[in-house]
Every structure is written in structure tokens, then in C-alpha cells.
């Protein structure tokens, strides 16, 4: 089963980790630029 792992924090999605993470990055980002910024820094571990 894979995990997903942004900034120290796994999640078992994608989806789970964009969804939980967002909340933190609104702020200081676009949802476009939020999804760009995860797809270049996620670690994937399987």
C-alpha cells in the first residue's frame, strides 16, 4: 500500500493528504499553485 508524505505529514492519498493540508496553505497560495506545490514535493513510498 503506498503513502503519500508532504512536510513530515502521511497520508494514505493524495487526495487525503491535499484535503488536509490545504487548510494550512490558503493563505499563502492559490489551490492551483497548493496543487502544483504538492505534485513537486510528495514523497511516495510504497
Aim: cysteine-free.
Amino acid at each position: 500500500m503506498a503513502h503519500y508524505k508532504l512536510d513530515g505529514a502521511k497520508f494514505p492519498t493524495i487526495e487525503e493528504l491535499k484535503e488536509s493540508l490545504w487548510p494550512l496553505y490558503h493563505d499563502k497560495m492559490s489551490r492551483d499553485e497548493f496543487d502544483k506545490y504538492v505534485e513537486e514535493n510528495v514523497e511516495k513510498s510504497e
